[in-house]
């Protein structure tokens, strides 16, 4: 999760390829049925490294394809179209986040809402997701009775939230789970998994038509964002001194796992710390403690012992506490490799302004997208010195991070509770059913 340098990324991923290789010349039996306790799936880290991860998602995808059953279930004549909404335990924060309005209203003249859950959290989802009109289908974490219930459900289309999170919501995409799956805004690159038939971006995210070039599923580009967000409420009488924060001087919070902090993110975080000498960084804590000590002790190397002593630790948040503490933050920090989607809703939401330099990919581009929408430019670097100019003088320049910050507040409701999103899923979902007929 955590490299020491770029050379050490790199080669952990070339001796990655090579063993596929090597796995797939050999390419051993596999049983479907039990491929939930015997397989292994992708890291998720392979998200945050920065490079294209399409040739390594479709090699691990390889290794078990064989052995799934693959003849698709027929597409339905009927009067509306049965749309699945599929999420496996310990993921459905952000998927009933980013969702659960989209499947509240959907328009029901067209379209029957199911939502297909673990078994464990079926109840907790159907709290969350208000319409009572949505059929919730709970399923075993076991992959041949999972597929069994799903096929039952007979969906016309399944959106998958993400494949790869855990080995039960990365290989039931592999089954013939419905005529056209799907899958979008919880999967931060493309899956690799043939039997996924479109990935859902935006164009707000993608760097044009060349952008399917990344993916093995056919892109779809909507025009603006693919998720209903909630905005998020401004805490009243945020004080530094409850986290134990300097009172003095600029916080520029890095609200990102310990996995995130790509190695080369380092030389902009010391170049921040070496402008501003009254600027502080604070840095969350992972639920790993061995991870969080590898970033520490590379911190210590590459920032130098004397940097590192304006490096704040604090444990990982609630979420009530991380808004407090976002609150209490004066610049966010955006890592290059892999650029906030839900930090970024949340930090400008509450009118926090995030310096950003965005890369080739979708996993990158995240907050430039969020800008572009907000009609705001002025945050977004094209290059690391311009990424460090920018972060200082935002915390340097009163004047300039007041202007940046009201700016954000007048305009983030394009971000937030946008009906437009449903309009376009819904039009998506109908083009869809018409092709698999």
Known sequence: AVFDSEEALWAYRAELERRLDEALTERPPCDWREIFRDGFVPSFHLYHHGLCNRSLREKFAQLFLEGFPREKPQPQRRARIRVGFLVTEGHQGGFLRGLGRVMERLDRQRFEIVGLV???????????????????????????????????????????????????????????????????????????????????????????????????????????????????????????????????????????????????????????????????????????PLTTAQLQARLERTLGREFCRRVIWLPSQSVGDYYLLLSAADVVLDSPAYSGSLTGFDALGLGIPVVTFPGRFMVQRYMQGFYRLLGIEELIATSGEEYIGLAVRLGRERDFHQAMRKKILERAEVLFEQDGVIREYEDLFTQLAEYSR
């Open 118 to 288: 673990s078994a464990g959290i079926r109840v907790t989802c159907q709290k969350v997701v208000a319409a009572g009109d949505i059929r919730w289908i709970g399923f075993p974490h076991e992959i041949q009775s999972a597929f069994d219930i799903i096929r039952q459900a007979d969906c016309d289309i399944i959106f998958h939230w993400q494949a790869g999170t855990d080995t039960v919501d990365y290989f039931l995409p592999f089954l013939p789970l419905a005529p056209v799956q799907c899958i979008g805004f919880g999967q931060h690159g493309t899956t690799g998994i043939k039997s996924i038939d479109y990935f859902v971006s935006t164009r707000l995210f993608e760097r044009g038509e060349e952008a399917q070039e990344d993916y093995t599923e056919k892109l779809v580009q909507f025009s603006g964002l693919t998720t209903w967000q909630p905005r998020p409420q401004i805490p009243l009488g945020v004080s530094r001194k409850e986290w134990g924060l300097p009172e003095e001087g600029t916080i520029y919070f890095c609200p990102h796992r310990p996995s995130k902090f790509h190695p080369a993110f380092d030389r902009l975080l010391k170049g921040v710390l070496e402008e501003h000498r009254e600027g502080y960084l604070v840095v969350l804590e992972g639920h790993r």
